[in-house]
């Protein structure tokens, strides 16, 4: 259900100046986060997309993987947003080795107890066991097969969606907890204020737009930024 309500002039202020970002997941847990330094936002924006905008394509499938894991749909459409600009950034592999949709570095969507896991969590995983499910169970991954084909795969659109809101919600997002599970997802403030402040865009009013269609819009390129 398309809703075309206007957002206030405070949230819309404060979405200006944090819509320049995009980020670099480092989703790991407390313990395996102590004493990283914070992920620093990058300017690039090949698409517009006004802050309160949620593509149409993805809306009923937001919900739907929000649903499994009893947390607010709006948070998973703002981590979407924030991460990879609802996946239109390419490739879908950030400069320090987080992967697919959501951005999730190898050791965290595998687990953290494989034997090649250490430091920001790239690791030397096999691609056969980084998709296995039942060796993300043994390793404790948080990689989701939601597409039930037997993998569970970060380059998955549903698989990294079930994935980031299962992350969300083991770390606090399904008690109401959105700043701490935000931070769990990637420990820096700007990026929690980023998430939360489209998390809150969308909640006073979302307005939704075709993806597809804007990105051919830009397809020559264009110099807007949102």
């Known amino acids: 259900m398309k809703q075309m309500i206007k957002t206030?002039?405070?949230v819309a202020f404060s979405l200006?100046?944090?819509a320049i970002f995009f980020v670099l997941l480092f989703a790991v847990s407390l313990d395996e986060r102590n004493g990283e330094e914070e992920a620093e936002p990058e300017?690039?924006?090949?698409?517009y997309i006004a802050a309160e905008e949620v593509p149409e394509e993805?809306?009923?499938a937001y919900q739907e993987a929000a649903d499994a894991y009893s947390i607010p749909w709006e948070l998973l459409a703002a981590i979407h947003r924030v991460e990879t600009i609802f996946s239109t950034m390419d490739p879908l592999v950030?400069?320090?080795?987080a992967e697919g949709h959501f951005q999730f570095m190898p050791c965290t969507w595998t687990g953290w107890g494989h034997p090649s896991c250490e430091g920001l969590g790239e690791g030397d995983i096999p691609e056969e066991e980084k998709t296995d499910p039942e060796v993300i169970e043994a390793y404790g991954g948080y990689g989701q097969d939601a597409a039930g084909n037997g993998e569970a795969d970060p380059f998955d659109l549903h698989d990294a969606m079930h994935s980031a809101a299962y992350?969300?919600?083991r770390n606090g997002a399904d008690e109401g907890n959105y700043e701490q599970a935000v931070y769990q997802y990637n420990r820096a403030e700007w990026y929690v204020d980023d998430v939360l402040s489209y998390k809150e865009a969308y909640e006073q009013g979302y307005r939704?737009?075709?993806l597809e269609d804007r990105e051919a819009e830009y397809a020559g390129g264009s110099d807007r930024v949102s």
């Open 16 to 18: 200006s100046a944090a």
């Open 167 to 169: 992350y969300l919600a």
């Open 8 to 10: 206030s002039a405070a």
């Open 94 to 97: 950030s400069p320090v080795g």
């Open 208 to 210: 939704l737009f075709n």
């Open 58 to 60: 993805y809306l009923e």
């Open 43 to 47: 300017e690039q924006r090949t698409i």
